[in-house]
């Protein structure tokens, strides 16, 4: 009884002393927006979710509303380490649109690229709520998610991306009590590159070790990374796309210390225990560089369906996945996937035997296999994931990965190399966020349901 009594006492303590605050300055009201559950009829009915930024992108501010960090430096008398930054600190509401350019409009959302307020916003990272407090959890084993995507101003080094991670459904209030602010503040953030970039992971601040960024003035890198499962439904400018599981050892988010973190800001890109390349069917790069682009057979001057199927080895969603599909509807008409056309990989979707052998074939390492495989990915989609809505450029590596030659230094005859059309010099942060100040990316129409529910298939292409 008197222990009962002692450890209530410290968690009270704790609760008063230890706390990664939501700020009092401005009201935190997220944008609404609907989407629709679909059933094996293909009866849909529409869903009131809304939308909150990630903290990252928010003002964070002491009590008397000092700023905890500025550009790309924290101050460090209010955050001396992370556990008394995240006690002196506060997540200020946000402004959605004059300071982050997001808009909703009924089904969908806008993201402006640039927006020019008292500073300059560079993109966003948006995340669908069940309601104020909860994000919502998709869980997708034999089931099928569509969306509508306008990519026509995404230029090439532009990424408008729509993604699951394995997040806390809460934010991660529940289990790290020192996060006060929780899922209505949009804190949690995880992916499978176990980004060090974030301020505050489980519940506390990242601020110790931080080291700023050499080429950009937002961002820097903390001691600690925040891992979890990702699947990419959506990676995309209107030169190219890709659909990428990455699974992770454990789905749900756990924090990372330095170099074991992997990723870019590492020594070893594999030292984690995510699988930070995933296995991705990029149309272009698996051989067919007429299917998606401006004019093209998925033509990204005008809006498309994108739909994705997780089907499973035993057609339940109790299965084990077994093929991640994909196939888009224009104008009416459903498009498949194209099919691989490079020698040896075969197919126009992802299954165990793709992952294998385009790797194998590419010359790339095999994280994906190591970290789980497709049936890892479906542990995590059974388990329930978050979904990502997002706009940005690569101050790593200006988006050359997804729509241009990678390796830069690689010869574009080798397999795999050719991922899109830009040029590889394209894709430099300052320069795209100069000429396309005035991009952005508008995602509408999101549906959920069993196979083959919501969309129709009128005629095919
Ligand atoms: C921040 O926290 C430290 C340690 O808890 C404390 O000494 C300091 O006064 C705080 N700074 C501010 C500005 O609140
Ligand atoms: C918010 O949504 C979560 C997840 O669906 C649910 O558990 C919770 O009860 C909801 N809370 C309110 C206040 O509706
Ligand atoms: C690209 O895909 C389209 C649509 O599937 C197909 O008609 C065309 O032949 C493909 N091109 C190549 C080079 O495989
Ligand atoms: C979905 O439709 C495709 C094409 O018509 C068909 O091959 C497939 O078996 C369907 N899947 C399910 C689960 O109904
Ligand atoms: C669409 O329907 C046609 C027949 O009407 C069928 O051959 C084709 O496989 C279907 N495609 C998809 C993707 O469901």
Redesign the pocket.
Known sequence: MKIIILITFLLYLTNLTISQKAGKLSPEVHPPITWQQCDANGQCNTVQGEIVIDANWRWVH???G?NCYTGNTWNP??C?DDI?CA??CSLEGANYESVYGVTTNQDSVRLDFITQSQGKNIGSRLFLMANETNYQLFQLLNQEFSFDVDVSKLDCGLNGALYLVSMDQDGGMTRFPSNSAGAKYGTGYCDAQCPRDLKFISGQANSEGWVPSPNNPNTGAGKHGSCCAEMDLWEANNMANALTPHPCDTSSQSMCEEDDCGGSASSNRYASICDPDGCDFNPYRMGNKTFFGPGLDVDTKSVFTVVTQFVTDDGTETGTLSAIKRLYVQNGQVISQSVSTIPGVTGNEITTDFCTTQKDVFGDPDSFSKHGGLAGMGKALKQGMVLVLSLWDDYFSDMLWLDSSFPVTASIDKPGVSRGPCSTTSGVPTTVESTDADAYVIYSNIKVGPINSTFKNKSTK
């Open positions: 002491s009590d008397q000092t008398t209010i001396p008394s006690q002196n």
